[in-house]
């Protein structure tokens, strides 16, 4: 949802205020594809500073299905957002005042409020994600999700130390 700020600009006392509604969607970041839970509404709001200058504030939050860090099995976590930002606008696009970041949500008078809120959802996305904190993983020779059953792997799985000492053993034989 593309906004023109040029309104708030020119009608000081009229805070701007955007409710953005996500339906079933997704959001694409760190090389994967995340479905969103909706419908999820987040309130945007917009008010003159002067000058150039506005603050743009936004509350919401979101589910999203994120893959266990172990298993891969979706994971859904809710993602709060509560942010406030100063920017000042000018016909060349978008600066931020208190922090030096790109701004790349304002074009011109334009404010693109997707973009805003993708860029606040990577910010608070979570570091590690696991579906429980006993989670088994899978597999990693034959892929088994081990939270739902055992596989034969594990009793030849090698031990990583054991493979030291048969590398000691061979080298032992050679001499
Ligand atoms: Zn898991
Ligand atoms: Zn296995």
Request: with cysteine.
């Amino acid at each position: 949802m593309i906004v023109n700020l040029s309104s708030v600009l020119s009608e000081p006392h009229q805070p701007l205020r955007v409710t953005v509604d996500w339906k079933d969607d997704e959001i694409v970041a760190f090389g994967g594809h995340f479905p969103l839970r909706g419908p999820f509404v987040t309130e945007i709001q917009v008010t003159y500073d002067g000058g150039h200058d506005v603050s743009v504030s936004g509350k919401g939050s979101f589910k999203a299905e994120i893959p266990c860090d172990r298993c891969l099995e979706p994971v859904e976590k809710e993602m709060f957002l509560d942010f406030q930002k100063k920017v000042t606008v000018s016909k060349d696009g978008g600066k931020g005042t208190e922090d030096s970041d790109e701004i790349n949500y304002i074009e011109g008078y334009n404010f693109d409020v997707e973009q805003l809120i993708c860029n606040e959802l990577l910010v608070g996305w979570p570091m590690k994600i696991l579906c429980s904190d006993n989670c088994r993983g899978i597999c990693n020779v034959c892929g088994q999700n081990l939270n739902e059953g055992v596989c034969d792997c594990e009793s030849t799985g090698l031990d990583p130390r054991m493979s030291v000492i048969q590398d000691v053993f061979k080298n032992f034989k050679e001499v």
